[in-house]
C-alpha cells in the first residue's frame, strides 16, 4: 500500500513539474486580439454580424448534401446486386436515379447551378 502511495506521489508530482515547464515555457502574446478571437466561417469577427449571406451558397450546399447522400444510398445497393435478385434492385436503382435526374433537372430550371444570379 505504501508503494502505491509513493508511486501516486511521484506521479502527481512529475505531471505537476512537466505543467509548470510547460506555462512557464510558452510562448505568449496579448498583443493580438484577432488571433485569440474564434474564426468564424471566414467572416470578420469584428464587423457587424448581420451581412448578408448568399442565398446561392447555401443552395449549392444543400445540392451537395443531396448527392452526397445518393452516393451513400448507391454503395450498398451495389452489394445487394451480388447476394440478392439482380432484377429488382436494378429496377430499384434506375428509379432511385431517375428521380435524382429530375431533382437535378428542375434546381438547373431554377438556375440554382448557375454562379450568375
Not at 505568449?28 to 448578408?52: N, Q, T, V, Y
Not at 442565398?55 to 440478392?84: G, S
Request: hydrophobic share 55%; proline share 3%; aromatic share 20%.
Amino acid at each position: 500500500m505504501i508503494l502505491i502511495t509513493y508511486l501516486f506521489f511521484i506521479i502527481m508530482l512529475i505531471s505537476n513539474i512537466m505543467m509548470f515547464m510547460s506555462i512557464i515555457l510558452s510562448k505568449k502574446s496579448f498583443s493580438d486580439r484577432e488571433k485569440s478571437s474564434p474564426f468564424e466561417c471566414g467572416f470578420d469577427p469584428k464587423s457587424s454580424a448581420r451581412i448578408p449571406f448568399s442565398l446561392h451558397f447555401f443552395l449549392i450546399t444543400v445540392i451537395f448534401l443531396i448527392f452526397d447522400v445518393e452516393i451513400a444510398l448507391i454503395f450498398p445497393i451495389i452489394n445487394l446486386f451480388k447476394l440478392t435478385n439482380f432484377l429488382y434492385w436494378s429496377k430499384i436503382s434506375f428509379l432511385f436515379i431517375i428521380i435524382l435526374l429530375i431533382g437535378l433537372y428542375y434546381e438547373w430550371n431554377q438556375n440554382m447551378l448557375n454562379w450568375t444570379n
